[in-house]
């Protein structure tokens, strides 16, 4: 065996032992801007492509964003908020919801919707003392999302959703 093939082989299983997977020729990271989702969930999400980059900005102590490119092209993005209880996150989004397309309710955390370009999931919590909201919305800002089937797309979506959201909420303070 060439010393490159070794190479090859050894990266390969080390990130199968490290719980990362591959999209083309970058390494989807087990964290989405901090929160540790887990690679499997992200992937599907994922254009190939070479470089992957990340970048948060946090707006405020119960609002963050965050971006993911490849290539230096927008792939995902991703907001996360902490509202007050009485405030409706589905019908704030309603807009957003419909410029995604054809938004239906899913089965993730306490209300959720999910389109063919993006979704939103809501997890009532406890935030500083206080009963609150939790809402992550995930935009496919890509010209062509993937996966490219939408039903493929709503459901990586749907399972996306599933894992971020408690990993999200936890990240932020915001307890069941």
């Not at 989004?93 to 309710?105: E, F, I, S, T, V």
């Not at 490219?148 to 894992?163: H, I, V, Y």
Request: neutral net charge; aromatic residues 4%; contains cysteine.
């Amino acid at each position: 065996m060439t010393r490159t093939i070794r190479a090859l082989v050894l990266s390969a299983a080390l990130c199968v032992l490290a719980g990362c997977s591959s999209s083309g020729d970058y390494t989807v990271p087990d964290a989405l801007c901090g929160v540790p989702v887990g690679s499997e969930p992200l992937a599907p999400l994922l254009p190939g492509g070479e470089k992957l980059e990340q970048s948060t900005k946090t707006l405020s102590a119960e609002s963050s964003t965050c971006s993911v490119s490849v290539d230096k092209k927008q792939a995902v993005y991703v907001t996360d908020d902490v509202t007050d209880a009485d405030t409706d996150p589905v019908a704030v989004q309603r807009d957003a919801l419909a410029r995604m397309g054809n938004p239906w309710k899913a089965a993730v955390g306490d209300d959720a919707r999910i389109a063919d370009q993006g979704g939103v999931a809501v997890g009532v919590c406890t935030y500083q003392d206080g009963r609150r909201k939790f809402v992550t919305l995930v935009d496919l800002t890509s010209e062509h999302p993937v996966p490219k089937g939408t039903t493929d797309r709503r459901k990586a979506l749907e399972s996306f959703l599933r894992a971020y959201l408690p990993k999200a909420m936890e990240a932020k303070g915001c307890r069941k």
